[in-house]
């Protein structure tokens, strides 16, 4: 199983849908809240080259971008070979 890393806010919707996805694939996660720990907040920016909306995903260290890149991800059967990839 892949190694699937998000950065989140307890309030933000987006994040909310993300993870429902990633619980309904049965895939666990990492998450890094940076409402509570804003100090990673600078980390997040690095790695996602920029991107300061939340959420920011990666899988295996690469970076998928937000829910909505997720979600198109899946619907055109890209998501789940990315989640089975060996990391």
Same mark, same amino acid.
């Given at each position: 199983? #892949?190694?699937?890393?998000?950065?989140?806010?307890?309030?933000?919707?987006?994040?909310?849908?993300?993870?429902?996805?990633?619980?309904?694939?049965?895939?666990?996660?990492?998450?890094?809240?940076? %409402? +509570?720990?804003?100090?990673?907040?600078?980390?997040?920016?690095?790695?996602?080259?920029?991107?300061?909306?939340?959420? +920011?995903?990666?899988?295996?260290?690469?970076?998928?971008?937000?829910? %909505?890149?997720?979600?198109?991800?899946? #619907? +055109?059967?890209?998501?789940?070979?990315?989640? +089975?990839?060996?990391?």
């Amino acid at each position: 199983m #892949s190694k699937v890393e998000l950065y989140t806010k307890g309030y933000c919707p987006y994040c909310r849908r993300a993870k429902a996805l990633l619980s309904d694939k049965g895939v666990d996660f990492i998450e890094y809240p940076i %409402d +509570q720990k804003p100090e990673l907040r600078d980390e997040m920016i690095e790695r996602a080259n920029g991107g300061y909306t939340v959420p +920011q995903i990666f899988i295996n260290d690469q970076h998928i971008g937000g829910c %909505d890149d997720m979600f198109a991800l899946d #619907s +055109q059967d890209k998501l789940d070979p990315l989640l +089975q990839a060996a990391s």
